[in-house]
């Protein structure tokens, strides 16, 4: 939609990552219900120790997703690491995602966040082509398959592993069918001292993902959001956002005043689960509301 000053309005979706931890019942269907009974749009399925879901299972989610119009992500298992130290670890890191996507894809998911992978105490530099050049792999399997997903790497918290802004963003420069996956609680851990908290940062990193990536990556985001408590090696904790020090209405201005459009995953703990979901989205829906009125006569 354009307003006056060519300005775009953005529209975000917000749900949680795993099952809303108030769904009555088990399984991903039931998720998805629960999700739509909430008024969020967007549920991450948090296959994060392992992909054990049956190809039936994967139709009835889709067919669900669909039916409740909720969009879906998957969270691939932990164990992932692209730059594992030996070849039977790099394999079983392999098959790990291929099989996240491939299940993924049939459940109706368009992205697939991992965590790239770590430094094992080497340079940042020198894990880069490495992790590069094991993705680049991966995708093209995947797209020779057919398996039409977007696969992110996501932002990481702890300063020991690989997934800094420039690295996530230069794997999406690099690698056909990579875009990141903006984890900002993680971003904001990564520095250690408490900055990257300011409306300024924010619309910093949205400004540098729009110049290297291109308005494209702006309207197709998937973000993590949350609070979080960190110590001098980044990441400790996810926190509560009512007991956290994120700044997080000016990260949704920022969001709201570059028109960004995408998917966002809240990542709080319970009993927060559901209700820092709630948060984000009504929060960023008044700041959108509000924008939309400024901009017009
Ligand atoms: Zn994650």
Not at 24 to 51: F, N, R, Y
Not at 253 to 272: H, L, M, R
Request: charged share 25%; net charge negative; glycine share 8%.
């Amino acid at each position: 939609m354009f307003k006056k000053g060519i300005r775009v309005s953005g529209s975000i979706r917000f749900g949680t990552v795993g099952a809303p931890s108030s769904t009555p019942a088990s399984g991903t269907v039931a998720a998805i219900q629960h999700t739509k009974a909430l008024g969020l749009e967007h549920l991450e399925i948090a296959w994060v120790q392992s992909v054990s879901v049956t190809d039936k299972t994967c139709a009835e989610i889709k067919a669900a997703a669909e039916e409740y119009g909720i969009s879906l992500s998957i969270h691939a298992p932990y164990f992932i690491n692209l730059n594992s130290q030996t070849p039977e670890k790099m394999a079983n890191s392999d098959a790990r995602l291929i099989k996240a996507a491939q299940k993924g894809f049939l459940a109706g998911a368009k992205d697939i966040v991992f965590h790239p992978a770590s430094y094992h105490g080497k340079p940042p530099e020198d894990v880069y082509p490495i992790v590069r050049d094991q993705l680049a792999m991966l995708a093209d399997k995947l797209k020779k398959e057919g398996v039409a997903v977007t696969l992110r790497p996501e932002t990481m918290g702890r300063v020991a592993l690989f997934g800094s802004l420039e690295e996530c963003v230069q794997l999406a420069k690099d690698v056909e069918g990579v875009k990141p996956c903006i984890d900002w609680a993680h971003l904001h851990a990564r520095r250690t001292d408490g900055s990257f908290n300011s409306y300024e940062e924010f619309a910093g990193a949205l400004a540098y993902v729009r110049d290297q990536l291109g308005e494209d990556a702006l309207q197709t985001v998937h973000f993590h959001l949350s609070g979080i408590a960190y110590t001098d090696k980044g990441e400790k904790m996810h926190l509560p956002l009512n007991k956290a020090d994120l700044r997080y209405r000016d990260l949704l201005q920022a969001f709201v005043d570059f028109g960004v459009s995408g998917t966002a995953g809240v990542e709080a703990p319970d009993p927060f689960h559901v209700e820092d979901a709630l948060v984000f989205q009504a929060t960023y829906k008044r700041l959108n509301g509000f924008a939309i009125t400024d901009s017009e006569d």
